[in-house]
């Protein structure tokens, strides 16, 4: 029982660090108004694309 408790604890500060990780990065990207990389690559590199994907 013990054990459960502790990996359901490192679980949720697991959790907890990513959710802290990607609302900040949000948070980041909304503010400066930039957009990130993979979506910038593809509205880049669309128009002179040889064919569809």
Not at 28 to 38: A, D, E, K, L, T
């Amino acid at each position: 029982m013990e054990n459960l408790v502790l990996q359901a604890l490192s679980g949720l500060a697991s959790a907890s660090s990513l959710f802290l990780v990607a609302s900040g990065l949000t948070v980041i990207f909304g503010v400066s108004r930039v957009v990130n990389s993979p979506m910038a690559r593809s509205t880049c590199w669309a128009p002179i694309s040889p064919g569809p994907w």
